[in-house]
């Protein structure tokens, strides 16, 4: 459908506004395309929670500006957040969306559906873990994790780990889950 990414992306730029959150520190690192960005993402998956906290940027990609072997990814693929923080997920190259996975969600949370090359925000409403893939590219290993800290945090930790996946969705959360436990991060 968009047969020029790039120029998307000028569009954005171009049509950026100033209503965007001071970045906290973990935001600061964003390059000028980030900031640059308005805050007008589309909410699909409707207002859980308003937002309170940062703002968390994951990017979509192709190909994988930091190693070309590996195609599909999230950037990053694994985030630590706070409730009330935002998750933007930006369609850096085409083709891509981000959707939660139903089996990997807090108690009494809906989750978010994002449009294949749209951007989507999501405002983190409870502690726990929030799995997501792209669903055109789920098998193909395009996943991530979030864990949001708080009471109940790991609540659905065994049911997270316990989901299943198709192709390489698989291996690559058993990789995540274990970069997750290499980092404590749920502790
Ligand atoms: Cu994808």
């Keep these: 459908m968009l047969r020029r990414p790039w120029s998307m992306a000028l569009?954005?730029?171009?049509?950026?506004?100033?209503?965007?959150?001071?970045?906290?520190?973990?935001?600061?690192?964003?390059?000028?395309?980030?900031?640059?960005?308005?805050?007008?993402?589309?909410?699909?998956?409707?207002?859980?929670?308003?937002?309170?906290?940062?703002?968390?940027?994951?990017?979509?990609?192709?190909?994988?500006?930091?190693?070309?072997s590996r195609q599909h990814v999230f950037k990053p693929?694994?985030?630590?957040?706070?409730?009330?923080?935002?998750?933007?997920?930006?369609?850096?190259?085409?083709?891509?969306?981000?959707?939660?996975?139903?089996?990997?969600?807090?108690?009494?949370?809906?989750?978010?559906?994002?449009?294949?090359?749209?951007?989507?925000?999501?405002?983190?409403p409870a502690a726990g873990l929030y799995g997501f893939q792209c669903v055109p590219h789920y098998a193909a290993g395009?996943?991530?994790l979030i864990v949001v800290e708080g009471e109940g945090k790991t609540d659905n930790l065994d049911a997270a780990r316990a989901a299943s996946h198709p192709g390489l969705g698989a291996p690559q959360f058993s990789a995540i889950f274990a970069e997750a436990d290499e980092r404590r991060m749920f502790d």
């Design 11 to 68: 569009m954005l730029l171009t049509l950026s506004a100033c209503d965007r959150p001071a970045p906290s520190p973990e935001q600061a690192s964003s390059d000028a395309l980030a900031t640059a960005r308005s805050d007008t993402a589309s909410r699909p998956g409707g207002a859980e929670t308003t937002p309170t906290g940062k703002v968390i940027e994951i990017r979509m990609y192709t190909v994988d500006p930091d190693d070309l």
């Design 77 to 124: 693929r694994l985030v630590r957040a706070e409730i009330g923080d935002t998750i933007r997920f930006v369609p850096t190259e085409v083709s891509h969306q981000s959707s939660s996975i139903g089996a990997m969600l807090p108690d009494g949370v809906s989750g978010w559906e994002g449009a294949i090359n749209a951007e989507v925000s999501y405002v983190l």
């Design 142 to 144: 395009m996943v991530g």
